[in-house]
């Protein structure tokens, strides 16, 4: 039974009692447009890089004003900051791979100017290296892949329990269909695993109703199960992942932040334990 709060016994452990949640305002000249979300399901699905570079330069000039300006820098230095993130986190630009400021301004149909400045961005992110004639993706250690699955635990566990708690009825419905849809998959269903995968984190996530911690999730994510490297998960690590998903469903379902975090902290271990035997291909 909740309280005069509105939280139910218990609750107060994981979030703060306060005004109700209200829909988000971005910053002007914030957020990413929308076909951003299309090309990172593609890349995560196995599409080539260079590809969406070039189906970003379209996107690009087909938004441009009539008779304007393609290049606006302060948008343009986001842009190129987000595609190239995307890139390097989902793998489709390895460990070790050079990029050339002029290369990358070509390929997007920039200048080098938001180039330069998205490689110094992605560069204090911990994502890239400096070379002789420009940047390279670094390539992390263990023990730095490990200290981020322990943000990752803390931060996606917190936010789980408190969208057993905040989530609304529509939300919870939403999250338990995806949950429900991945069940239906295959193993052989690699690129749908990868993207519905996303999608299902990615709503419990905002099921969360804590925009900072969101924001956070997202930037401490330095590489995702991306297509190359879910090709080398078993049928058994598959069907045990599924089987956390609805783990933490069953949580959700039941408002039980506390199940909620257990769950999903151990999804977390699991992942980690089966990316630890890919660090030798990153």
Same mark, same amino acid.
């Given at each position: 039974?909740?309280?005069?709060?509105?939280?139910?016994?218990?609750?107060?452990?994981?979030?703060?009692?306060?005004?109700?949640? *209200?829909?988000?305002?971005?910053?002007?000249?914030?957020?990413?447009?929308?076909?951003?979300?299309?090309?990172?399901?593609?890349?995560?699905?196995?599409?080539?890089?260079?590809?969406?570079?070039?189906?970003?330069?379209?996107?690009?000039?087909?938004?441009?004003?009539?008779?304007? #300006?393609?290049?606006?820098?302060?948008?343009?230095?986001?842009?190129?900051?987000?595609?190239? #993130?995307?890139?390097?986190?989902?793998?489709?630009?390895?460990?070790?791979?050079?990029?050339?400021?002029?290369?990358?301004?070509?390929?997007?149909?920039?200048?080098?100017?938001?180039?330069?400045?998205?490689?110094?961005? *992605?560069?204090?992110?911990? *994502?890239?290296?400096?070379?002789?004639?420009?940047?390279? =993706?670094?390539?992390?250690?263990?023990?730095?892949?490990?200290?981020? +699955?322990?943000?990752?635990?803390?931060?996606?566990?917190?936010?789980?329990?408190?969208?057993?708690i905040r989530a609304t009825e529509a939300e919870l419905a939403a999250i338990l269909e995806a949950?429900?849809? #991945?069940?239906?998959?295959?193993?052989?269903?690699?690129?749908?695993?990868?993207?519905?995968?996303?999608?299902?984190?990615?709503?419990?996530?905002?099921?969360?109703?804590?925009?900072?911690? =969101?924001?956070?999730?997202?930037?401490?994510?330095? +590489? +995702?199960?991306?297509?190359?490297?879910?090709?080398?998960?078993?049928?058994?690590?598959?069907?045990?992942?599924?089987?956390?998903?609805?783990?933490?469903?069953?949580?959700?379902?039941?408002?039980?932040?506390?199940?909620?975090?257990?769950?999903?902290?151990?999804?977390?271990?699991?992942?980690?334990? =089966?990316?630890?035997?890919? +660090?030798?291909?990153?």
């Amino acid at each position: 039974m909740k309280n005069s709060t509105g939280l139910r016994p218990g609750d107060e452990n994981w979030v703060i009692a306060g005004p109700p949640r *209200l829909p988000r305002i971005p910053p002007a000249g914030s957020g990413a447009p929308e076909w951003l979300g299309d090309l990172e399901n593609r890349v995560i699905a196995g599409a080539d890089f260079w590809q969406v570079a070039h189906d970003f330069r379209q996107l690009a000039a087909d938004d441009a004003p009539a008779g304007g #300006r393609l290049e606006t820098p302060v948008a343009f230095v986001e842009l190129v900051y987000e595609v190239l #993130r995307l890139a390097i986190r989902t793998g489709a630009l390895p460990t070790g791979t050079p990029l050339i400021e002029a290369e990358i301004g070509e390929a997007l149909s920039v200048s080098r100017t938001p180039v330069r400045e998205a490689m110094q961005r *992605l560069s204090a992110d911990g *994502l890239l290296s400096r070379r002789k004639r420009g940047w390279e =993706v670094k390539k992390l250690d263990m023990t730095q892949i490990r200290e981020s +699955y322990e943000v990752r635990m803390s931060l996606e566990s917190f936010a789980t329990a408190q969208a057993a708690i905040r989530a609304t009825e529509a939300e919870l419905a939403a999250i338990l269909e995806a949950t429900n849809a #991945r069940s239906r998959l295959t193993h052989a269903d690699l690129s749908e695993r990868l993207t519905s995968n996303r999608d299902l984190h990615n709503r419990i996530y905002a099921a969360s109703g804590n925009e900072r911690l =969101v924001d956070l999730i997202k930037k401490n994510t330095q +590489y +995702y199960f991306a297509h190359r490297f879910a090709q080398l998960v078993t049928p058994e690590e598959s069907a045990l992942f599924q089987d956390q998903h609805e783990d933490i469903g069953r949580a959700l379902k039941a408002r039980d932040p506390d199940a909620a975090e257990t769950a999903a902290r151990q999804h977390i271990q699991s992942t980690y334990l =089966v990316f630890e035997k890919f +660090y030798k291909l990153l």
